[in-house]
């Protein structure tokens, strides 16, 4: 990539990451196909910054750990390149798999490549059996196959990404909002299957609490993208629920009872909700001419 026009600028949000760093950066300095490395520390109490900078990296620091994703905006809107990738600090992704994403976005002319991990990729059997969920419930969403949601390691065109960096939380799961709202606006989105390393050290992310909002996150995302794909199963459920109900009362006391009625007025309500929602979010991603 050095002698192509396209600029590379690389993003890396890192947390007492110092050893790690001090291991896989020098792979990333002999590769060399890039035109600047921004290194975010985020609230590090060890060496992160230091050995960051020695690596010729330019060094932005939180005065104290603003989150994942907060960092990640913050890096972006430094960058000067027209492609940006982003890595993890963790030693996990390789950085000689950087070409391989690099020559799927200019080959396929896509705006996004996701660094797609297998089985073998994850952290343990619980957060794989997680992913597996992720994937599919958002494959079932956005109407295409997702093959990692929440994979950390992918690379996008910076205008199209600059697009929906208010979307973005401040904390983990910013892989999971930037490639549903990438797939509502109709960018293209490909997955190249790369080989992670497992991590040394502890992992910020603690299962239970960032499971929980990797799911949230993703309902939300999901009635950005398609509401009715969400609230139509819910409204359809309340109105089977009051119909039995009123099937069973009808025919055992001759009645139709207010359990039956608050379930079907349940019912219309939640579908309408999901259709405003629909023309809601069609408005939001509609382009000026």
Avoid: C
Avoid at 9 to 25: G, T
Avoid at 86 to 101: N, S, T
């Amino acid at each position: 990539m050095k002698d192509s026009q396209i600029k590379v600028s690389i993003v890396i949000p890192a947390k007492n990451e110092a050893k790690n760093l001090n291991k896989w950066l020098p792979r990333l300095a002999e590769w060399n196909g890039y035109n600047e490395l921004i290194i975010i520390d985020d609230g590090s109490d060890d060496n992160t910054a230091k050995v960051a900078k020695s690596y010729g990296a330019k060094v932005l620091r939180n005065p104290q750990s603003l989150g994942n994703g907060a960092s990640i905006k913050r890096g972006f809107r430094e960058t000067k390149g027209e492609v940006v990738v982003f890595m993890d600090a963790d030693g996990q992704h390789k950085p000689e798999d950087i070409p391989k994403l690099l020559e799927t976005l200019e080959s396929e002319s896509v705006d996004m490549v996701v660094g797609a991990r297998d089985a073998g990729g994850q952290a343990s059997k619980a957060r794989y059996l997680a992913n597996v969920f992720y994937n599919r419930f958002a494959s079932y969403v956005t109407g295409q196959e997702i093959k990692d949601l929440t994979s950390g390691f992918r690379v996008v065109k910076a205008d199209k990404f600059r697009e929906f960096i208010y979307l973005l939380p401040n904390k983990f799961s910013y892989p999971t909002t930037s490639t549903m709202a990438f797939l509502r606006a109709g960018y293209l989105v490909r997955y190249v299957s790369v080989n992670v390393l497992r991590r040394e050290g502890r992992s910020h992310i603690s299962p239970l609490r960032d499971g929980v909002r990797f799911l949230l996150i993703i309902f939300k995302i999901a009635t950005l993208f398609s509401p009715l794909k969400v609230f139509l199963p819910f409204a359809a459920l309340s109105f089977l629920l009051g119909l039995g109900r009123y099937i069973y009362t009808y025919l055992e006391m001759g009645v139709f009872t207010n359990m039956s009625a608050l379930l079907m007025v349940s019912a219309v309500q939640i579908f309408l909700i999901g259709l405003i929602s629909e023309q809601i979010t069609a408005l939001i991603y509609k382009k000026d001419n």
